[in-house]
């Protein structure tokens, strides 16, 4: 691969527009709005919904999950409106933090939608998103969420766990990883017409990962379903690893026998790897991953060695000492 350009997720800290800053261009945007619509500037008119809006989720009813409480945290959960408008979907764009990732993504329909699992399964088929949310036990969860970047969040995720879709799958003794990948449509999804990314989206897991009490499909957050910008209908949650091993909008899940090859390895290999645990030992080839900032309380923290998550997941990699576990 011939395309060696940063991610501008991988800027430096300092490069970063404070929190403060950005929230309050939000705000000041949507006060706009608001005043122009007073003012009798706009047609008055109501608006219908837009495509993408998850108040027409066809899920809907399904919200709140209840939360399980096996998974909680030791500080805040980071508020909706930060970590709804600090998201890492290159497929809307590379520039998350002048907001146009949420509005661009809000614009993407999100049915009809389908999941093709195909590979080393039984039975490859492709079904409906609402079949397989309504097949499984939805439930909420708290938990970290770590970018390589070195920020991090606290999400209340509602899904199921991947261990259970894997299962409903029924993937053949033969598979050795599972791949997911995004969709494809360049129509809604700007950031799909530049091409120095090899779209779609891919990253895997192996299957003792995928099967792994932790790893999540979410479906939904903060008591609801996902706005896009989260990644709907459909995205990983692997907590105890760098977040751009979470796949987002999911339109295909493969059991494989290969390693997939994720898009941030093909693009920068030196620094991205396929496995990208969480260790604050280990160095990003160009910054420090000891500590990280939480983006709803602006504090620095400590970062905890698998994301804080070693007691469920350590065991995984016992034996796996000639792999480069941590990028
Ligand atoms: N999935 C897709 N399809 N496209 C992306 O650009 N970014 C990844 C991951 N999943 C990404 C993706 C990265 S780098 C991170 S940190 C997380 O999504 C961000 O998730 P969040 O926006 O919910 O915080």
Known sequence: ??????????????????????????????????????????????????????????????????????????????????????????EFGSDRRNYQVADIAERMPRRPWTVKIDGLVEKPREVGIDDIIRAMALEERLYRHRCVEAWSMAVPWTGFPLKDFVAWAQPLSGAKYVRFETFVNPSVAPGQNRFIYPWPYIDGLTMAEATNELAFLVTGVYGKPAPNQYGAPLRLAVPWKYGFKSVKSIVRVSFVEERPVGLWEQVQGREYGFWANVNPAVSHPRWSQASERDIGTGERRPTLIYNGYGEQVAGLYAGLSGEKLFM
Do not use: C, Q
């Open 1 to 90: 691969m011939l395309i060696r350009r940063r991610p501008s997720w991988a800027l430096p800290e300092s490069a970063a527009t404070p929190e403060s800053v950005y929230l309050s261009r939000r705000h000041l945007l949507g006060a706009g709005i608001g005043l122009l619509a007073a003012a009798g500037l706009s047609d008055g008119a109501e608006a219908a919904p837009a495509a993408g809006d998850p108040a027409t989720d066809p899920t809907r009813d399904l919200y709140p999950a209840k939360r399980n409480p096996s998974y909680t945290l030791d500080h805040p959960i980071t508020p909706e409106e930060v970590s709804g408008n600090y998201n890492n979907f290159y």
